[in-house]
């Protein structure tokens, strides 16, 4: 057999991530998943031109067609931020010029020429939803009215002024009268004080409430006076007690007022309301006889009419409206003020997030970037050392400084900005250099030097001495210092002229001297400066960043002669935080005061870094000079900007000279180093006009000069020179560097000259062509010949020639350049992979280039006006193909190395092909996204499904996405032609996902296809994919050009597809409210089994229903599972019973008792697979406490579907796919949907409504307490249902925490997807929207079952409206009153419920009662609603429903609607429903008082059945308060539910529901055996009706042997009463025999599966009559299995069928009735006395008070006399259950000593004496045995002990007892293989190693001594002895077997065994005078029958002495 392609994946060599990539890819093939199909697109254009005049005519032309102003151009004239543009004068200047190179001419026109721009109109459509232009009417969110929000009743105003009599007050209620408290006196606890309230009911009924106090919160009681007889005084129970006497059963109610007045006042009002009473009882009495006198009405003919005829004149206004409805009426008052779906959806963001930059922001044109701009004023610099020099004689500095200001980067050991030069230097000394100066090299004519171009209107002297800059600094942060240096005149060393500044002191000698010597030198050395002192400081705050505006510096420091460099500035600044470094430095004493501040607008009169006026620009200048000072550009991306303004400078930092090893001069020591710019070499040439000038001089000079180090032969300098070049450069522009050695001694003669040149060097700018910026090392010339640039020794290598591009005929355009280009580039043949990188990384630029040009392109020639399949030609059509195939590799290959880049190139790719659309054929972008899609395929890797679905999420952003997918009916276009109406064929091809619907609908189809394929992959996948497609619908939505009438149905038409996609993943969507419903007994409805639920179908009816249904015309399309699993069930399993019968002709389903997983659906098979019948199937899911467990394996019903997932989808994804069908269903014409419907075959429609169903439950809102405490808690959660198929402690993992894992979602979609707001008035928004969701949800599910009631009655009304569909969309009209919806919405469900009765009243009337119980039951929850509107529309409608029936049965009564009351408000009082007393009371008035008032009815018997109906009701209500009573009491409460039971014994379809009730409940706390004997009762109670009414054989006696309690309750039955009940009822064989199914379960639940047996007896003979050998088959293998279950517990031991306990309450001040009475208690499992205790101890604490409880802990009798009558008493004792022998014999196994038990005894040791213990021959037992009324299991845990005797055992009885004990229990351990060793050992020891007194050697001493033994009567010495011969025998045999099991290490312990064994023999034989040491036969003897006997008999090692 060849290996499979698995395991040969598997097995291939490789590390852990190979094989897990082999392995993911091998199961990745395995796993049937298709690539979805890609269908061609049309050829748009020519498609469009065809149907021209079609869509010109169509009335929604603006979805279809493109507009014809969607591009155009528009040209923006630059701005300047400068007075004058810096660009004109110069292009202008080098235009003339031969030769400027084009790229110049070129780039100089990029700072001139002015913007062109193409103009996209309705670019504000094409980002996303978040994106658009908000919609002028946009949704305000209304305030919704939700019950469950409502803290306080709201109380009808009307309805409390009541004219009839009132009182209130307080009075004392004491206990009921009945119970023999007649002892009990007010000043006693059972007196409460209460608030009594009585008033008059709507109807006329009196009530009397107790509350609390005045509050009146929720009434305590609620007497109704109609049952109350007479009221009398009552001294014996206090001074001003009285008594309300109550008919029939009621217990009387004492009450106490608090004075004679209030007495008096009180009896008088009870009295004149009963005397009411009696006035009104006489009347109707006589209005009774008239009626009878009257002769009946002619009987009318049945008209086929609503049985809501004659409301329009019953007089009563609300009646009067209702009967002004129409369907029509109903469905237009749902259109008013609805909502959109995605404005108020929760689970999506509403406004767009901060973060994320839109691509659609409109795009200004560059401008000039500046980070943090400072404004630095330099106000004064003032030394220690100063002199009086003016003639005023005030001090001043000695000597002109100059300074420069710069920023450094310490952080990035950078210069930040260049140099500001400025100058405060006093005017007295500022120009002593100017003027005292010699000629020399440096010295130029400053007169006529001409001001640059754009600043020569201004006046010099006002620039020259600036003294405030502005400062940009980008990057702020600490590490950014200033740094100020100071130079002064050249006058020697630093240190020396430096001294004097140093020791200054106050006298103004010293600086008059220095002062003097300071004039001396600038006579001689006035044109150079040396380096004399620095400051700097931080900018920034330390961990702030925040500007530090303090104006000083700590210090000034002298510059060190070495340390002159910017990198030792850059060292010694890195360490300007540690004070240690920086105390090293030499302080010169002064002071240097800046102002710094921060600004946004630039003050006036700013000039540019190049000296250009910046506006505003007053002149002349009214401010002082600013200037910009340039930030040097930093090397990381984000720090680079485009240049918008010229700028042409070159800065030149001269760094250091070797001049150490040069001989040629003797004298080179104090060198200035001279910088000039010159363009040619020959001997005359004169330096340029372009080096930046210090204060002081002119703008613009010459040279420039560095400062001197005095002695210094390798000098280093720190001066930045900053020079204008010139636009044109060519190789002749070259710095030329001079050396001048500056003599400085004074004493010298000047005429030997004082600047002695000592070389040159040169750098020529251009090197091959570009600029040379770089460091460089140059060589020294002595001096400078003509022609010197070509001396210099060139490196001669291949040198570049440029040749002007050679002028081409025709022009080309730069897409099809780059289309031409880009592909050969990329070819991966062609390219090193840095510029792929480079390319990937900045795709988006290349292609808006692209689009841009091709905009231009059409705009400029008008190629726009022709057809787009013309405008561009095919080559360039090929290009973009190539380009395309040549991206797509690199996207699909290096995902993985390079996320980032491939994920922008796919983002920069979809934008491309976006715009493509916007000008190229539609048709070809079409088919180019095609090939992009052929890519990917299913299991792709998450990101590469990231990527595909960025991608159409950006193509399907496009503006106008509609128009591209032609949204109109294909199948209008081909029939124009035959002018016939679309045939069903056609319209399929319209509803799926057909070859025909993609290619029309291009973009839409192919979303949707991949939407549908995503739902197979993981979640995060999934979450994606339906993302997209939510964000779509919702951009549709809330676009403000699609709010016209009929434009949203038509873009909904083209999402047909999507419902089939739901429908298709229907078995997936979580069933959301299977767990979180609510328990107010939604499901209890769902439990309910309606004695009225037959469904016979017979033949017939079927034979119909399949040709309806069976015809295959859903095979090719809508590919539906039907799954046991799909469609929810709010319906318990009975009414799904037919569903699927109906639908497949044939039973489709197996029950669901099989454990096979195999074929649990043959779908297409015609076997039939049913449980019960050929002709029905039953869809069995059992309900547990609300959740389904549902068994079942799915097969799909289409034939295309690919394997499809099973595993659920998460909460939130099944939100945002029931949003998008919803989308589709409510925006869709009713014509669309009708269409749709009608190509639905029934299975269909049935999941469509299943989803609509589901759709309520998932947008339920859970209030806004709920909501608030889960965004706190789960980040807004919701919590998902575990799956069902991982056991309990296993959570499934929980994806929806993680965002995309390569982050390629658009920012709104990481968003945290619950983006729940932290702060208050967030939690409220978000309860607002969820309010307003469910509302809207709400409207759109009563659209559809409206729409679908209206045009579908027939098929509705088919089998009296008893068939799935009519059952499902009644399922939804009851879910909306389950799930408790708001009161705006409730409006209109009454009204589609209104409609519901008038148009099919046939479904609720006829044929099964099921629906009207069910409606009854809701309607019931309702009237005890706390909205007052609610209440009032219930209770109309429960009128409506009562009077519906009246009219139905031609006015002969209301039988059904009457009994299903009645069922229900049994029920609600069975589930403990706090039926809220008086609102429930308030709401049956209102319904008499509609019964009185409605005219149309007066003189029928009908306003007397509705009195009679409520009373019954409030009869019914009594028991409610004893039932909140026990509410905490299980066995109370379960006691009270069987008596109610048995009081129906009568009407079974209420007995059946009280003990459905106490199922559940039994159910809900683990007590399986007593669930199950009630589901046996009504089993029972089923077979007894149908053999009263002769269908049936047998009744109740048959279930006699599986217990002995069944027949007896059941067989009450009768049918004689006439009950008005039994009409109603409908048991069937069928119904029977699934509750027999039914059984089954819940026993093999209890474990008790000997009794299967019993059952099936009965079960099978019905299967055997109806030849249902599939069903035959699945009984047999579960008895099978059952068998083998009791052999695996038999063996095991492990079954606890529970234990039981007697309990016996004394006090009868607390216990009542119950005081003195003894129960037996039966426990689960192994319950220990303890726990009992403890529980029984906690409950009555509770109910009684803690103080009051004792717990009796011995069983020995209570004397009642003994016992303080304050307290109550509780005692427990163990019990067991108690056989005589004859009935041992009979009951063998464990199991039958467990079932049907009703003897229990426990034993009490005591003596004579009356001590509890003695020795054995005083100690006496007692053995009590206890009798109940019923055996156990029962339908109760807890069951009344009938008898009770007590047996005294006297001490040899006892030590036979005990003996016999001894031995059963040894044969157990050791005649049972395999033993037991361990147990074996312990009883062994126990027996024969016994030191104790009362081992059996003391019984033995104590009876059989000789000397004794006469004392006791010799049958008993007899029958001791023989026991103990069987112990002697028992024991040898153990050891026997004992050394068989025993290890090698316990020999000696089996010896001493042995010896001890002996010596037992030994005394045993002297005692009875005989040898009792076996012989060896022993050892082999077999189990005899004594043995056997005292083996069970002994089973009485329990003995309770707790």
């Known amino acids: 057999m060849s290996e499979r392609k698995f395991t040969r994946g598997l097995g291939k060599p490789g590390m852990a991530a190979q094989l897990r990539e082999t392995v993911s890819q091998v199961v990745r093939e395995s796993t049937v998943q298709n690539k979805p199909h890609l269908v061609d697109p049309i050829d748009f254009e020519n498609f469009v031109q065809k149907n021209k005049t079609l869509l010109q005519n169509d009335p929604q032309r603006e979805l279809l067609l493109y507009p014809q102003d969607d591009v155009s151009q528009v040209v923006l004239p630059r701005r300047y931020r400068t007075v004058v543009s810096t660009v004109r004068q110069v292009s202008e200047s080098t235009e003339s010029e031969d030769g400027c190179s084009l790229l110049t001419k070129e780039c100089l026109k990029t700072y001139s020429s002015n913007w062109n721009l193409v103009h996209y109109k309705y670019t504000a459509y094409s980002g996303s939803y978040l994106e658009l232009p908000k919609i002028t009417n946009s949704d305000y969110l209304k305030d919704e009215v939700y019950e469950i929000d409502t803290e306080v009743d709201q109380v009808d105003e009307d309805s409390t002024k009541s004219d009839g009599i009132t009182k209130q007050g307080y009075l004392m209620k004491g206990p009921e009268i009945g119970s023999d408290r007649m002892f009990v006196h007010i000043g006693s606890k059972s007196f409460k004080r209460r608030y009594c309230h009585l008033r008059q009911e709507v109807d006329g009924t009196y009530i009397l409430e107790l509350f609390k106090d005045e509050k009146k919160g929720e009434a305590k009681l609620t007497i109704v006076m109609d049952f109350c007889s007479e009221v009398v005084r009552n001294t014996k129970r206090g001074r001003y007690c009285f008594e309300l006497r109550m008919t029939g059963t009621h217990k009387s109610y004492s009450l106490a007022a608090d004075s004679e007045i209030e007495l008096q006042d009180w009896l008088l009002k009870l009295s004149s309301v009963l005397q009411h009473y009696k006035q009104q009882e006489d009347k109707r009495s006589a209005s009774l006889e008239r009626a009878c006198t009257t002769p009946p009405p002619s009987p009318q003919p049945m008209q086929v009419y609503g049985t809501l005829k004659g409301l329009e004149q019953s007089m009563n206004p609300q009646l009067i409206r209702y009967s002004r409805e129409t369907d029509t009426s109903i469905a237009l008052s749902r259109r008013e003020n609805r909502r959109r779906l995605f404005c108020i959806y929760p689970h999506i963001p509403h406004a767009k997030s901060p973060t994320g930059s839109s691509p659609d922001t409109t795009v200004d044109p560059y401008k000039e970037q500046f980070g943090q701009r400072l404004l630095i004023k330099c106000e004064s610099l003032k030394f220690r050392l100063q002199a009086p020099i003016d003639e005023k004689d005030s001090l001043c500095q000695v000597e002109p400084y100059q300074t420069t200001l710069c920023l450094f980067d310490v952080r990035n050991g950078r210069k930040l900005t260049e140099n500001f030069h400025f100058d405060i230097n006093n005017e007295v000394v500022r120009n002593i250099s100017k003027e005292l100066s010699p000629v020399g090299i440096m010295t130029e004519k400053e007169e006529d030097v001409p001001l640059p171009e754009e600043i020569k209107s201004l006046p010099k002297e006002w620039l020259m001495y600036p003294k405030q800059a502005i400062f940009s600094v980008s990057n702020p942060h600490p590490d950014i210092f200033l740094v100020v240096r100071i130079d002064k005149i050249l006058q020697g060393g630093i240190c020396q002229t430096s001294e004097p500044y140093i020791r200054a002191t106050k006298d103004p000698r010293l600086g008059l001297k220095l002062h003097k010597q300071v004039k001396a030198a600038c006579q001689r050395l006035g044109n150079y400066t040396m380096p004399f002192a620095w400051a700097a400081r931080p900018l920034f705050r330390l961990y702030s960043n925040e500007l530090d505006t303090a104006s000083d510096f700590p210090a000034i420091y002298r510059q060190e002669g070495n340390k002159i460099k910017d990198d030792e500035l850059l060292k010694l600044l890195s360490e300007y935080r540690k004070p240690e470094k920086l105390s090293k430095l030499t302080i010169i004493p002064g002071w240097l005061k800046l102002k710094i501040e921060p600004i946004t607008e630039i003050p006036e009169n700013t000039l540019t870094t190049s000296f250009v006026p910046l506006k505003p620009f007053p002149i002349p200048p009214t401010s002082e000079p600013t200037l910009e000072i340039a930030e040097f550009e930093g090397s990381s991306e984000r720090e680079v900007h485009p240049y918008i303004t010229y700028i042409n400078h070159l800065y030149v930092y001269p760094q250091t000279l070797s001049f150490d090893t040069q001989k040629i001069f003797t004298r080179a020591r104090n060198i200035a180093c001279i910088v000039e710019l010159r363009d040619n070499d020959s001997e005359n040439a004169q330096p340029i006009r372009c080096i930046y000038g210090k204060p002081g001089l002119s703008i613009l000079r010459l040279k420039a000069s560095c400062s001197v180090l005095h002695h210094n032969a390798v000098p280093s300098w720190y001066e930045e020179i900053k020079m204008r070049l010139p636009t044109k450069l060519s190789s002749k522009h070259h710095l030329l560097f001079s050396f001048y050695h500056i003599s400085c001694d004074m004493n010298k003669k000047k005429e030997n000259g004082v600047e002695n040149c000592v070389g040159y060097s040169w750098a020529p700018l251009l090197h091959k062509g570009r600029l040379n910026v770089d460091v460089q090392v140059l060589p020294v010339a002595t001096h400078l010949p003509a022609g010197y640039l070509s001396i210099q020794p060139l490196g001669l290598g291949k040198g570049f020639v440029f040749v002007s591009p050679s002028k081409e005929t025709g022009i080309t355009t730069v897409h099809e350049e780059l289309g031409k280009h880009l592909p050969t580039l990329l070819q991966p043949s062609n390219t090193d992979f840095l510029v792929v990188n480079k390319f990937m990384h900045h795709s988006s630029f290349f292609f808006d280039i692209m689009i841009k040009s091709m905009a231009q392109h059409l705009l400029t020639t008008g190629r726009i006006k022709m057809h787009r399949n013309e405008r561009f030609s095919k080559e360039y059509h090929k290009n973009i193909e190539n380009l395309l195939d040549v991206i797509m590799p690199y996207l699909m290959k290096r995902y993985k190395e390079m996320p980032v880049e491939t994920q922008e190139l796919n983002k920069s790719l979809a934008h491309f092909l976006k715009k493509c659309l916007t000008f190229m054929d539609r048709g070809f972008v079409f088919r180019l996204i095609n090939s992009y899609m052929d890519n990917f395929a299913p299991g792709d890797p998450r990101a590469l499904h990231d990527f595909k679905f960025m991608f159409l999420q950006i193509i399907c952003s496009h503006e106008h996405y509609v128009s591209f997918n032609l949204p109109m009916m294909q199948s209008r276009i081909t029939s124009r032609d035959t002018e016939t109406e679309p045939d069903s064929d056609e319209l399929m091809n319209e509803y ?144 799904d019973s037919t569903y699927f019968a109906a639908i497949a002709g044939q039973g489709l389903v197996n029950g669901n008792s099989c454990t096979s997983i195999e074929s649990d659906a043959s779908t297409m098979s015609g076997a039939s697979q049913s449980n019960i019948s050929q002709e029905t199937a039953i869809i069995r899911e059992p309900t547990e406490n609300g959740t389904h467990e549902h068994k079942g394996h799915s097969r799909s019903l289409s034939v295309t579907q690919t394997s499809s997932r099973c595993d659920k989808l998460q909460s939130a994804e099944v939100k945002d796919l029931l949003l998008c069908f919803l989308f589709v269903v409510k925006h869709l014409g009713d014509h669309q949907i009708i269409a749709w419907w009608q190509q639905c075959s029934d299975i269909e429609l049935l999941s469509f409504f299943t989803v609509i169903e589901m759709s309520l439950y998932q947008f339920k809102y859970v209030g806004k307490r709920q909501i608030a405490s889960n965004s706190t808690s789960a980040g807004g959660k919701p919590r998902t249902v575990k799956a069902m198929t991982l056991p309990a402690r296993m959570a499934p993992p929980d994806f929806s925490s993680e965002t995309s894992g390569t982050g390629t979602l658009q920012t709104h979609n990481t968003v945290a997807r619950e983006n729940l707001a932290e702060n208050e008035s967030g939690k409220l928004h978000q309860a607002l929207l969820e309010a307003n969701m469910a509302t809207e949800v709400g409207l759109i599910a009563l659209d559809c079952l409206g729409l679908y009631c209206i045009h579908f009655k027939d098929a509705l009304v088919t089998g009296d409206g008893y068939n799935p569909v009519m059952r499902k969309i009644f399922d939804i009209y009851l879910s909306f009153l389950q799930v408790g919806q708001s009161e705006t919405l409730l409006r209109h469900v009454f009204a589609g419920f209104r409609a519901f009765l008038n148009n099919y009243s046939v479904t609720l009337f006829q044929g099964n009662a099921v629906l009207c119980g069910r409606l009854c039951y809701e309607l019931l929850r309702c009237c005890n609603s706390k909205l007052s509107s609610i209440r009032q529309e219930s209770c109309a409608l429960l009128y409506l429903l009562m009077r519906s029936n009246f009219e139905f049965t031609s006015r002969k009564g209301l039988t059904r609607v009457h009994l299903q009351v009645i069922i229900s408000v049994s029920q609600m009082l069975g589930n403990v429903i706090g039926l809220n007393n008086s609102r429930f009371q308030e709401s049956l008035s209102l319904i008499n008082s509609y019964a009185s008032s409605d005219k149309a009815m007066k003189g029928t018997g009908f306003p007397v059945e509705v009195k009679d109906l409520t009373k019954r009701i409030r009869t019914v209500l009594m028991a409610t308060a004893q039932m909140r009573e026990h509410n905490n009491d299980p066995e109370m409460l379960v006691d009270l539910q069987h008596s109610l039971a048995n009081s129906y014994a009568s009407t079974p379809e209420l007995r059946h529901t009280w003990l459905e009730t106490m199922a559940r409940n039994h159910a809900r706390v683990e007590n399986f055996s007593e669930a199950a004997c009630c589901q046996l009762h009504i089993a029972a109670l089923m077979a007894e009706y149908l053999k009263l009414k002769k269908i049936h054989t047998w009744g109740a006696e048959a279930f006699d042997k599986i217990s002995v309690n069944i027949s007896r309750d059941e067989r009450g039955l009768k049918l004689d009463a006439g009950e008005i009940c039994v009409q109603d009822i409908h048991y069937n064989e069928y119904l029977l025999l699934e509750q027999l199914e039914a059984c089954t379960e819940t026993l093999e639940k209890a474990e008790r599966f000997e009794l299967l047996g019993q059952l099936y007896r009965l079960i099978i003979p019905m299967y055997e009559s109806k030849r249902n050998y599939q069903a035959l088959s699945n009984c047999y293998t579960h008895l099978a299995q059952a068998c083998n279950k009791v052999v695996e517990v038999t063996k095991s031991g492990k079954r606890l069928l529970g234990r039981f306990y007697r309990v016996a309450f004394f006090g009868s001040a607390y216990f009542e009735d119950e005081s003195g009475q003894e129960y037996i208690y039966k426990e689960p499992k192994v319950t220990s006395l303890s726990e009992i205790s403890e529980r029984l101890n906690r409950l009555y604490s509770e109910k009684f008070g803690h103080d009051v409880v004792k717990m009796i802990m011995d069983s020995v009798p209570v004397n009642n006399s003994e016992l303080d009558p304050k307290m109550a008493y509780i005692q427990v004792t163990h019990v067991i259950p108690y056989f005589e022998k004859l009935e041992l014999e009979i009951r063998v196994t464990e199991f039958e000593q467990n079932h049907d038990v009703c003897c229990f005894m426990f034993e009490t040791p005591f003596t004579r004496e009356g001590k509890p213990r003695g020795n054995p021959e005083d100690q006496w037992k007692r053995r009590t045995i206890l009798t109940t009324q019923y055996s156990f299991p029962y339908v109760k845990k807890r069951i009344a002990v009938c008898q009770k005797r007590v047996v005294e055992l006297s001490p040899i009885e006892v030590a036979l007892d005990e003996m016999r004990q001894r031995v059963a229990e040894l044969e157990d351990v050791a005649l049972i293989a395999p033993a037991d060793a361990k147990k074996l050992q312990l009883r062994l020891q126990g027996s024969v190693c016994v030191t104790v007194n009362a081992g059996p050697l003391a019984y033995a001493s104590a009876f059989l001594d000789p000397a004794l033994s006469p004392q006791y009567p010799d049958d008993k010495v007899e029958d001791l002895k023989d026991v103990f011969r069987e112990f002697v025998k028992i024991c040898y045999t153990a050891l026997q077997i004992n050394s068989k099991l025993i290890t090698s290490d316990q020999h000696e312990y089996q010896e001493v065994l042995r010896e001890n064994y002996q010596k037992l023999c030994q005394n045993l034989s002297s005692l009875l005078g005989e040898s009792v040491w076996p012989d060896e036969q022993v050892g082999s003897f077999k189990r005899n029958s004594a043995a056997l006997f005292s083996a069970i008999s002994g089973a009485n090692n329990h003995t309770s002495t707790a």
């Open 992 to 1135: 799926c996902l057909s070859e025909n619907f993609c290619k029309h609908h291009f973009l839409v189809g192919l979303l949707l296809q991949e939407v549908k394929t995503s739902l197979n992959e993981i979640v995060q996948i999934r979450k994606v994919a339906v993302a997209t497609l939510r964000d779509l619908m919702a951009k549709h939505e809330l676009d403000d050009r699609y709010q016209n009438k009929g434009q949203l149905s038509r873009i909904a038409s083209i999402y047909i597809p999507w419902l089939g996609i739901v429908l298709e993943n229907l078995h997936r969507l979580e069933l959301v409210h299977d767990s979180t419903s609510n328990s107010e007994g939604k499901q209890n409805t769902s439990n309910r089994i309606s004695s009225s639920s037959s469904f016979l179908l017979n033949r017939d009816t079927n034979s119909n229903n399949t040709t309806s249904t069976s015809t295959p015309r859903s095979m090719h399309r809508f590919t539906l599972n039907l799954d046991t699993q799909s469609p929810i069930r709010v319906s318990m399993h009975l009414r």
